[in-house]
């Protein structure tokens, strides 16, 4: 197994006792040399009191959150390694929702902080936040990642984006024996308007050869700031 961000950010004892799907999924790299596309269906995707709303709609307008909710709603989900403009290898993760006729976008691309041995989460098309994210291995051999610290950058400014104004975010995922697909489920919250935005669904995956990611996954803009 060639190494990858999640590899060096997990270490190589949590590494290797995540399931063997998982550490193929995170494994995607420039030197492992493929991406990971996977298609499914969201069993729910739900949102917080008609107060998060507004907070929800001003986060789509980047791809950062989605306000939509429904069941059963089909999603795919796209890993793509490619060099940024700073020479920094980043992996895309983007989401891409049907609830209605237009879908909604969830855009992130991350990039190895290796002073601090962290992943930065950029969030949104402008990749004006920046997340630290906190990695770990359960006892399903499952990633749980949550969100930390988050800087918020646009042009010269940038500050540490105060979490009363924003979101922390768990994810869980592992590889589902039965179902043979990943399980993903996702909370977002705010330590003062509380439950903002969550999914959960299954999914299975292709690992198509990749030296670059489509154009159409990339932010519109890079940010230097980690």
């Not at 429904?70 to 993760?93: A, L, M, S």
């Not at 308007?193 to 999914?203: I, K, Q, R, T």
Request: with cysteine; hydrophobic share 40%.
């Amino acid at each position: 197994m060639t190494g990858s961000m999640f590899r060096t950010a997990l270490g190589e004892e949590r590494f290797a006792r995540l399931h063997p799907m998982l550490q193929r999924r995170f494994g995607v790299s420039l030197e492992a040399g493929y991406a990971c596309v996977g298609r499914g269906t969201m069993a729910r995707i739900r949102r917080g009191p008609w107060w998060t709303v507004p907070f929800l709609l001003i986060g789509r307008l980047r791809h950062i959150l989605v306000a939509d909710t429904g069941v059963d709603v089909p999603f795919t989900i796209e890993n793509y390694p490619y060099r940024d403009p700073f020479g920094r290898e980043t992996v895309t993760f983007v989401r891409e929702y049907r609830v209605r006729r237009k879908p909604a976008r969830f855009d992130a691309t991350m990039v190895l902080d290796a002073r601090r041995g962290t992943i930065v989460d950029y969030l949104g098309t402008h990749q004006h936040l920046a997340v630290d994210l906190h990695l770990d291995v359960d006892e399903q051999g499952g990633l749980v990642l949550r969100s930390t610290a988050q800087r918020f950058y646009e042009g010269r400014v940038g500050f540490r984006f105060p979490l009363i104004f924003s979101g922390t975010a768990e994810l869980h995922e592992h590889w589902d024996e039965q179902r043979g697909a990943f399980h993903i489920e996702l909370e977002v919250r705010n330590r003062v308007m509380g439950f903002l935005f969550g999914y959960e669904g299954w999914f299975t995956c292709e690992f198509p050869p990749a030296a670059d990611a489509p154009s159409r996954l990339k932010p519109v803009r890079h940010e230097r700031r980690l």
